[in-house]
């Protein structure tokens, strides 16, 4: 799988993705640590969640439609350099009467990703064959794993010496390094006709239909689209009471939290690691379903870690080593599930459909989100964190379902080179 980075073109999106996800991780970890310290509120911290997963839902299909007719390249390159534009609005932000320009922010960046994702998306299986997705998509998600392990302590160091300010700054350097990675990225296929003038909204429209059309007849892709929202109302959730749960159960701050995301990262990497020989081995629906319910099971036992019967010191070193183990079925689940949908779409539709399943993935996700933000408060963190379990739970049960048979292709033995430029 690492041999694959001798693939140049592939190589430089890889790096990229790594050094933007490095300052991702340090803003994750610092921005609700900083939103709920200026507030106290759950509610406040949902907002920041809520603007970041809006975008999703109201143009992620649109923003697809475009992708699949510009050139992919140069979308990335566009993205990354607004996304680090909008990051600027963060930085004059002291007290809680400036949080529309945090929400402001997140928006904007978010809309900014929506245009990336669904490129890179595209991108990939042009640059690697459609035989190495797996391998690919799986360094891909070591990028995540490898900053999720080393990035978040250093964030939260940055915020408790440095302040807010620091981790924003970081975040914007690494935009601008990945936008210029990019630009040295060559590739062959040559974007669809461009849209122009006042043909732009009909075509943009006719695109869009058709490739909602392709997500309704496909059965595996609407088995995705079903096992994915599940899990990222899930997802929502967690985003919003994740880092309160820690404060209010465990006592614990920005230091902490970046502990918790660097041992998940432990087991993400063993995961990204050991996915290819498991995809070998077991059939492609049965490692998505037990990947969610074993993903299940480890959030219900942390979220629960003051119920066990250790001793209060134990409990800090307990969620880390659950956390941990909790890499191992989310590598499992999710790289398997983007590879699959990769393989299910033929490319002139890959940028509408990733668009498309963006946006029903933010839907989920926006769900999770105000479901914890309006309830938080109400019914207690740890209850609507057990529902994040339970869901899980169910959508390892809709995978072994909905997607029985399905399996990946993948050919090791493939010339990772056939598509290098």
């Given at each position: 799988m690492i041999a694959m980075l001798r693939n140049r073109n592939f190589a430089?999106?890889?790096?990229?993705?790594?050094?933007?996800?490095?300052?991702?991780?340090?803003?994750?970890?610092?921005?609700?640590?900083?939103?709920?310290?200026?507030?106290?509120?759950t509610l406040a911290t949902g907002g920041t969640f809520i603007a970041l997963s809006l975008p999703r839902l109201l143009l992620g299909s649109l923003a697809g439609v475009f992708v699949d007719r510009w050139d992919r390249r140069t979308t990335m390159i566009a993205a990354?350099?607004?996304?680090?534009?909008?990051?600027?609005?963060?930085?004059?932000?002291?007290?809680?009467?400036?949080?529309?320009?945090?929400?402001?922010?997140?928006f904007l960046h978010t809309t900014c990703t929506l245009f990336f994702m669904p490129a890179e998306s595209a991108l990939v299986p042009l640059l690697v064959g459609e035989k190495q997705l797996l391998q690919a998509n799986a360094l891909i998600s070591l990028n995540w794993e490898i900053m999720r392990l080393v990035a978040p302590p250093l964030g939260g160091l940055a915020m408790a010496w440095l302040g807010f300010g620091s981790v924003v700054a970081i975040d914007i350097v690494s935009f601008l390094a990945a936008a210029g990675l990019v630009m040295l990225v060559t590739q062959r296929r040559a974007p669809a006709e461009p849209m122009a003038g006042r043909r732009i909204w009909r075509q943009a429209g006719h695109d869009l239909a058709e490739g909602l059309a392709l997500v309704a007849r496909s059965g595996p892709v609407r088995a995705i689209f079903a096992v994915m929202a599940v899990a990222m109302v899930a997802e929502g959730l967690v985003n919003v009471l994740g880092f309160p749960w820690l404060k209010q159960v465990l006592n614990g701050g920005a230091i902490e939290r970046g502990w918790l995301a660097s041992a998940q990262a432990v087991?993400?990497?063993?995961?990204?690691?050991?996915?290819?020989?498991?995809?070998?081995?077991?059939?492609?629906?049965?490692?998505?379903?037990?990947?969610?319910?074993?993903l299940g099971m480890l959030v219900l036992a942390y979220v629960n870690v003051t119920a066990l019967p250790i001793a209060p010191a134990l409990w800090l070193p307990a969620v880390l080593l659950l956390k941990a183990l909790q890499g191992l079925p989310i590598m499992g689940m999710f790289v398997s599930i983007d590879t699959l949908l990769q393989q299910s779409i033929a490319d002139r539709y890959r940028g509408r459909v990733f668009g498309a399943y963006g946006?029903?993935?933010?839907?989920?996700?926006l769900v999770g989100q105000a479901l914890a933000s309006a309830f938080g408060d109400i019914l207690g963190i740890v209850p609507l964190l057990d529902l994040v379990g339970?869901?899980?739970?169910?959508?390892?049960?809709?995978?072994?379902?909905?997607?029985?048979?399905?399996?990946?292709?993948?050919?090791?033995?493939?010339?990772?080179?056939?598509?290098?430029?």
């Open positions: 430089l999106v890889w790096l990229a993705g790594l050094i933007s996800f490095a300052g991702d991780w340090a803003l994750l970890i610092a921005l609700p640590v900083f939103i709920y310290d200026l507030t106290g509120s990354n350099l607004l996304a680090a534009a909008a990051l600027l609005l963060l930085l004059p932000v002291r007290d809680p009467s400036d949080l529309w320009l945090v929400y402001v922010s997140a087991g993400g990497l063993l995961g990204g690691l050991l996915i290819s020989r498991m995809a070998r081995l077991v059939r492609t629906s049965y490692l998505i379903g037990a990947s969610g319910m074993m946006a029903a993935l933010g839907l989920a996700t339970l869901l899980y739970l169910a959508g390892g049960l809709l995978a072994l379902v909905l997607l029985a048979g399905q399996q990946l292709a993948a050919a090791p033995q493939a010339d990772p080179y056939a598509y290098e430029s």
